[in-house]
């Protein structure tokens, strides 16, 4: 019953900047966490990947303005997102999938709104 909470989204205007954090009930030590976006109409899309030695990965879109870090003490992944443009605005998803099983979590998402 491993779950994920997302927390940190909103309204922001176009050059701003947000926080996501994703909080696991469980322990991420042994798993690659991700943030996934999706737009209306649009598919769900990877924004980027945390390895669990800290390596990222990034969508061409948001390289350079994007950082994925991670906490294992605290069971959390953030996501600091800069320059927003209104092409970012979209639900943001958490999700952790264990190195050994496979097994994919995902949270709830939370909304994020750039606005011109």
């Known amino acids: 019953q491993v779950q994920l909470v997302e927390s940190g989204g909103g309204l922001v205007q176009a050059g701003g900047s947000l926080r996501l954090s994703c909080v696991a009930s469980?322990?991420?030590?042994?798993?690659?966490m991700g943030w996934y976006r999706q737009a209306p109409g649009k598919e769900c899309e990877l924004v980027a990947n945390?390895?669990?030695?800290?390596?990222?990965d990034y969508a061409e879109s948001v390289k350079g303005r994007f950082i994925i870090s991670r906490d294992n003490a605290k069971n959390t992944v953030y996501l600091q997102m800069n320059s927003l443009n209104p092409e970012d605005t979209a639900v943001y998803y958490c999700?952790?999938?264990?190195?050994?099983?496979?097994?994919?979590?995902w949270g709830q998402g939370t909304q994020v709104t750039v606005s011109s």
């Open positions: 999700k952790r999938r264990m190195l050994v099983s496979g097994l994919e979590t």
């Open positions: 469980g322990s991420i030590s042994f798993a690659v």
């Open positions: 945390i390895g669990r030695s800290g390596s990222e």
